[in-house]
């Protein structure tokens, strides 16, 4: 048997997990879904409300094509069916933000069908996760409970801003898998412009079902976590919850379906109701609205406008460049770091050395990006910059140890920030040494310091590395490592 080190062991043995994810995506559009009302986020409560959104009598829906196109544009990313006839259903429930008393959702017939994903695991192996369907829907308002200390106001805003929910098939198996996925989704939902992701503004939520059951046996029943607002904690969630479920079954009990809260504060899961089933919804065609109807012509035009995605372009940075599928898929996870590592890389008609580019990009921006909390756009070095300073590398000018030094004058605040690589080379006088004569000098002091050391190492050559260390210290990094070392092996006799 091979070991799963997927499965949770208990005190009846090993557990295993089993997850489905149901993501709401808010659409990126500059009106709502049904309504002309803007979408903006931070605006000043009730300000972006139109009679629709307000639920007025009489107000009717009109559907935003923009908000179709975009939901078909995610569909086409996800490799899933588009459906080329789908119907808006009223799911009924009263809520204090929620004014029309009522979502209008999809729910027999979606606009998105079957489709699937493609996770990279920690062990560099890939795995597809089913994409059950993705439909449309409103959004709901805001309640604020601490404006006033008797009463509770509702902030419209939101009410009526479309969102696609994103419903995975029950394929994930660990924590590192659902996050994997949410984060793979985010990435496609950004490039393709559908979707801004950001969790942190509620733009991309997820409701986490988690089920537990002896490996081989049938699905458990599931408890559904709602509207986990980060990929970590998605992940303390699953962990709490799957856990937690282990210990009543263990205790001879039975997990109740119901509907849970995430609470980051204690890292726990708590009951918040029980689940209702699709009939307590009183789900029905919202009479308001025709069924959705589109062509396969402009579905094919939609698709003719479609990026190149992360799986694309990581098969091709793989191909073209000869990179690691590790640092492919580092670079592929944003559009704007895959387009400026490619900027760092070209060269004209001619490719840098692609392992250099990545690792210039990947270790030091990434590192100094992070040290300042900034994002790439706002990258005190260009990647114009960085490719000068990779070709003063491969034309043999400084060694890669002087190019990170260099790096890090470009990148910190101060006087050579901005500045042409080369010229900081000449003003500081960091270029590399290969004057043999001078080497040759620096090679015999150091010999001669260390008389014992040289005994040594002609009967053991690995001792010979560390002249070469002592060399380069006593140059300031500036001598030719090959040079350096040849002269080394040369001089203990070694070759
Ligand atoms: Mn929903």
Redesign the pocket.
Known sequence: MTENKNLITGATGDWEIVLGL?V?AQVRSAAKLFSGAATDYGGEPNTQVSFVDAAMPGMLPVINRKCVEQAIRTGLGLRAKINLFSVFDR?NYFYPDLPQGY?I?QYQQPIVGEGALLIELEDGTEKSIGIERL?L?QDAGKSMHDQHPELSFVDLNRSGVA?M?IVSKPDMRSVSEAQAYVKKLRAILRYLGTCDGNMEQGSLRA?VNVSVRKPDADYGTRCEIKNVNSIRFIGQAIDYEARRQIAVLEDGGKVIQETRLFDPQKGETRAMRTKEEAHDYRYFPDPDLVPLTFTQAWVDEIAATLPELPDAKKARFIEAYGLTAYDANVLVAEAEIADFFEEVVTNGKTFRDAKAAANMVIGSVFAGLNRLGKPLAESPISATQIGQLLDLVSANIISGRIAKDVFDLMFEEGKYQGKDPMQIVEEKGLQQVTDMSVIEKAVDEVLAANPEKAAQAKEKPKLAGWFVGQVMQATAGKANPQAVNQLIREKLGLD
């Open positions: 149901e709401h799911k979502q959702s439909h829907e969102l929910e409701d």
